[in-house]
T-cell receptor, first 112, second 113 residues
Framework: KAGVTQTPRYLIKTRGQQVTLSCSPI?????VSWYQQTPGQGLQFLFE???????NKGNFPGRFSGRQFSNSRSEMNVSTLELGDSALYLC???????????FGPGTRLTVL | AQSVTQPDIHITVSEGASLELRCNYS??????LFWYVQSPGQGLQLLLK??????LVQGIKGFEAEFKRSQSSFNLRKPSVHWSDAAEYFC???????????FGAGTTVTVRA
């Protein structure tokens, strides 16, 4: 089975721009979660989707948004980028969230 | 809300020696507990998980963890460390119907020859 794939792997943007990150879960997995990882704040939960419904959202500003499609693929969007948004963004999929979450390699976002 | 504390930021251990990583959680009921490992530039890989039942959990790569409710702990152990175990280790806690994991700050393990 193919693992969780995230595209792109690396991204460089400038302040004020917006960005869309993509996550393709393992086939058959309906739950997709997103996490932000930074040296200062560690791993922080962004949101979780199951069957196109957002079931939980972390404590992030409204500039961070996400969605899930009918094929379980998910995207997250960050608008009006700030320097502090530079991070590794990890996506995880599972049959349902409480089972083992399989993480993708992440997208490294650098905001200049 | 649940939270996790990993008291040790960095641990250095000799190859072949035993390893124990500490994890303390805060949650009112029995949580879901996980240990993940992350190698540089990689995503997270699950080592083991605890939902209920036997409090000693066996995982991959020779790791085990013990759930101690009285101490709110879920410490990770390995009897004999290999150089390939050098990585960052994260303890995480989840709650039923909360749909998220809360991670500790992580412990970096260095293995010396």
């Amino acid at each position: 089975k193919a693992g969780v794939t995230q595209t792109p792997r690396y991204l460089i943007k400038t302040r004020g721009q917006q960005v869309t990150l993509s996550c393709s879960p393992i086939s058959g997995h309906r739950s997709v979660s997103w996490y932000q990882q930074t040296p200062g704040q560690g791993l922080q939960f962004l949101f979780e989707y199951f069957s196109e419904t957002q079931r939980n959202k972390g404590n992030f500003p409204g500039r961070f948004s996400g969605r899930q499609f009918s094929n379980s693929r998910s995207e997250m969007n960050v608008s009006t980028l700030e320097l502090g948004d530079s991070a590794l963004y990890l996506c995880a999929s599972s049959p349902d969230w409480s089972n083992e979450q399989f993480f993708g390699p992440g997208t490294r976002l650098t905001v200049l | 809300a649940q939270s996790v504390t990993q008291p040790d930021i960095h641990i250095t251990v000799s190859e072949g020696a035993s390893l124990e990583l500490r994890c303390n959680y805060s949650y009112g009921a029995t949580p879901y507990l996980f240990w993940y490992v992350q190698s540089p530039g990689q995503g997270l890989q699950l080592l083991l998980k605890y939902f209920s039942g036997d409090t000693l959990v066996q995982g991959i790569k020779g790791f085990e963890a013990e759930f101690k409710r009285s101490q709110s702990s879920f410490n990770l152990r390995k009897p004999s460390v290999h150089w390939s175990d050098a990585a960052e280790y994260f303890c995480a806690v989840g709650a039923p119907n909360d749909y998220k994991l809360s991670f500790g700050a992580g412990t970096t393990v260095t293995v010396r020859a």
